[in-house]
């Protein structure tokens, strides 16, 4: 069975700080996504990394890929309350995806 | 937005009788998937759909049962409710881009079983 941990679980912290998030595992994925979701709303993806070492950024969120493909990590800048969710990775397994099990992120004023 | 709309968003059931949730799109996609989340566990597969009457079982499949008879919907049914699959339910349909597939989620739906 292909995991996923994520690391830290929740993460509170205040507006402006720096931030990583985790996404760690066993399995070689062909790609990897991160998702975020809201309170009472379903999750929205963000970003897709396909190649080993694959840095993107988004704004003031940085995603990276491991060499091995087996690892992922999202940084965010200078964090603003409208950051706070739940972050989840998931890697591509053929029609499938593995879902990490998640940060929960909140951001206060 | 990928058209995908989930009913009902609240069902509040008793242990021991069948549920049904249903998963609706618009755009015609092949494939389409539920999930079931949980707090510390994410978002866990429970069955998804290749196509009309072709499904197959995910990682938490036990106790549910599928069923898609047209493209546009796909069921959900817990043959009989047990408080351990109270639960938010996620429906989500896939998109191939490229060779990767992104995965569009509709709002879910909370099931509390009593």
């Known amino acids: 069975t292909q995991l996923l941990e994520q690391s830290p679980q929740f993460l509170s912290i205040q507006e402006g700080e720096n931030l990583t998030v985790y996404c760690n595992s066993s399995s070689v994925f062909s790609s990897l996504q991160w998702y975020r979701q809201e309170p009472g709303e379903g999750p929205v993806l963000l970003v897709t990394?396909?190649?080993?070492?694959e840095v993107k950024k988004l704004k003031r969120l940085t995603f990276q890929f491991g060499d091995a493909r087996k690892d992922s990590s999202l940084h965010i800048t200078a964090a603003q309350p409208g950051d706070t969710g739940l972050y989840l990775c998931a890697g591509h397994n053929t029609d499938k995806l593995i879902f990490g099990t998640g940060t929960r992120l909140q951001v206060f004023p | 937005d990928a058209g995908i709309t989930q009913s009902p968003r609240h069902k509040v059931t008793e242990t021991g009788t069948p549920v049904t949730l249903r998963c609706h799109q618009t755009e015609n996609h092949r494939y389409m998937y539920w999930y079931r989340q949980d707090p510390g566990h994410g978002l866990r597969l429970i069955h998804y759909?290749?196509?009309?009457?072709?499904?197959d079982k995910g990682e938490v499949s036990d106790g549910y049962s599928v069923s898609r008879s047209k493209t546009e919907d796909f069921l959900l049914t817990l043959e009989s409710a047990t408080s351990s699959q109270t639960s938010v339910y996620f429906c989500?349909?896939?998109?191939?881009?490229?060779?990767?597939?992104?995965?569009?989620f509709g709002p879910g739906t909370r099931l509390t079983v009593t």
């Open positions: 989500a349909i896939s998109v191939r881009q490229g060779g990767m597939i992104e995965q569009y």
């Open positions: 990394v396909v190649t080993g070492g």
């Open positions: 759909s290749y196509g009309v009457k072709d499904t």
